[in-house]
């Protein structure tokens, strides 16, 4: 597949998979997953099982990423970790601002680039979530939150920091539910979400910034949404559970 940026596509665990079950999936991509150069590869495993899987997968071409993180360096925040913990884990990435985050558990435009500084600060690279609720996308309303989103998660970050950031749009109505954006919806948001770092930066940066897809994505679908001009790669959580998925979704998509 032509693209003017390297596809990039990650797992997110969510809550799912001991530290056994984790490294059985793991072992399997790994040896599946060896000679593939073409498609940068994450897998964001719960917190108990980085560390394993993190070994596990050191010096190979699957990285790990944590799924949130804590903006401040220490301190007495029962329950959180920092991004020096990740670093200390052989973590590369951090999924930041995911939308189950920012429904459930409170997370906010402001919390979302308070992590993100944070992040970059510790030379992790986030992976920035954005999307709209099923209600909003009915009301016509998309285009507006996912701009508030974007150009307040992402505030006051310069040019080079941006260049170390992947953008996950994940329309809210499409993770877990088995519906999917159509090709066309996810290119259309995809070339707002450019517009909008164009406005953060420059044009010739936001041309090189990764903008990954996420929602319900599948072997079945995922070349298609990735033959899209703005789709450069994907933000997967069920499918990444199964290594025969992982592995059948990126094989259909590295060439």
Not at 1 to 21: C, H, Q, S, Y
Not at 129 to 137: F, P, Q, S, T
Request: hydrophobic residues 45%.
């Amino acid at each position: 597949m032509d693209k003017a940026r390297k596809l990039f596509i990650a797992g997110n665990w969510k809550m799912n998979k001991t530290v056994a079950e984790a490294l059985d999936l793991v072992k399997t991509l790994k040896r599946d997953l060896a000679d593939v150069r073409e498609v940068d590869i994450a897998v964001c495993p719960p917190f108990t099982a980085l560390h394993p899987v993190g070994q596990l997968l050191d010096n190979t071409n699957i990285k790990v990423g944590g799924q949130d993180m804590y903006w401040d360096k220490f301190g007495a925040f029962t329950g959180e970790v920092n991004a020096a913990m990740l670093k200390d884990v052989l973590c590369a990435y951090v999924i930041i601002g995911h939308s189950e985050r920012r429904q459930f558990f409170g997370e906010t435009n402001e919390t979302v680039n308070k992590k993100t500084k944070a992040a970059l600060a510790a030379r992790l690279k986030p992976i920035v979530c954005v999307g709209e609720m099923l209600a909003e996308r009915e009301s016509n309303r998309t285009e507006a939150v996912v701009t508030d989103q974007v150009l307040n998660s992402l505030a006051g970050l310069k040019p080079e920091e941006l260049l170390e950031v992947t953008v996950a749009y994940e329309p809210v109505w499409a993770i877990g539910t088995g519906k999917t954006a159509t090709a066309q919806q996810a290119q259309e948001v995809h070339a707002l979400i450019r517009r909008l770092l164009a406005q953060l930066s420059d044009a010739k940066t936001a041309a090189r910034i990764r903008i990954q897809y996420g929602g319900s994505v599948k072997p079945s679908n995922a070349r298609e949404l990735m033959g899209q001009p703005d789709v450069d790669g994907a933000l997967v959580g069920g499918a990444s559970l199964q290594a025969r998925d992982f592995v059948e979704m990126i094989q259909n998509v590295r060439n």
